[in-house]
């Protein structure tokens, strides 16, 4: 029996509990990838995150914990190994990076265009009142359904709908100009 501690479980908690985090994988092990991916722009970094997110799961799990939402439980833990990471990360100049053997590879334009376009409107929530920036981050950064992001807020689902297509709306304006002085 897998233990913590002190603390067993019965094969048929473990079973019950190791049945409950596979289901939680398969249905959000790929968008906390890309969000971690997202965040830390190295793979083999946010899959180690998603693979310690979930290890944590379990132990909070074995030490009987409840969780109400696992999907906004498992974001929660995700963005607190971000941010350890992001505290003992160590930046590094490029001549040390060449001196290791980076070499910088020439990346699919279509796919870096992509990337930025997807920053560059993820930057642009910040000029969004605070009501719109919070359910546009949680509902296509964080992916929350409106169903979390209601029980979150707080706030019924249509509110929370209205709030995201206001959101939206404006975001898309202060997108447009950019989109114009990228063509010229």
Not at 47 to 57: A, G, M
Not at 76 to 86: A, G, K, P, Q, S
Not at 99 to 120: C, Q, T, V, Y
Request: proline residues 3%; positive net charge; without cysteine.
């Amino acid at each position: 029996m897998p233990s913590l501690g002190h603390i067993y479980m019965t094969p048929q908690e473990n079973n019950r509990l190791s049945a409950l985090l596979t289901t939680a994988h398969k249905d959000f092990g790929r968008g906390l990838n890309n969000y971690a991916y997202f965040k830390v722009h190295n793979r083999q970094i946010s899959e180690e995150l998603v693979q310690d997110t979930f290890l944590k799961t379990w132990a909070y799990f074995v030490r009987e914990g409840k969780i109400d939402m696992m999907k906004a439980f498992l974001y929660h833990v995700l963005n607190n190994l971000i941010v350890d990471e992001y505290r003992k990360h160590k930046t590094s100049s490029l001549d040390d990076l060449l001196d290791k053997g980076f070499e910088p590879g020439g990346e699919d334009s279509e796919k870096l265009f992509n990337i930025l376009d997807g920053k560059a409107a993820v930057v642009l929530i910040n000029h969004l009142p605070k009501t719109y920036q919070k359910v546009i981050r949680m509902r296509y950064v964080q992916d929350l359904s409106l169903a979390e992001i209601s029980l979150l807020t707080g706030q019924s689902k249509n509110a929370i709908a209205v709030q995201m297509h206001r959101g939206l709306k404006r975001l898309r304006e202060l997108y447009k100009p950019r989109l114009k002085l990228l063509d010229k």
